[in-house]
């Protein structure tokens, strides 16, 4: 997925890197359910991301910060990861 109007993007998003997190209680490999954005489409599947974005801001844009959800199958645990964009 590009991003057309940011010449910058999320490296992991983007399959440049893969997010390699463990968790602080147990010790196994997080999951990374995507970016942070995902769960809401989740809970309004008639709406697009597009549409989302433009109802709920998030300063993350702004910043080049993308959220990353990240779950250990084993106990439970989540966590959010804000990864740097980078220069495209
Ligand atoms: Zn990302
Ligand atoms: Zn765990």
Redesign the pocket.
Known sequence: MMMTQSNTGCPICNGFESLCAS?P????WYDDRGRYFDDFAAYSPYDSIDELKQAQPFSMNYLHLCPHHLY?S????EEIRYIHEIYM
Request: hydrophobic share 0%; aromatic share 0%; net charge negative.
């Open positions: 968790c209680q147990c010790g196994d250990c084993q106990c439970g645990s």
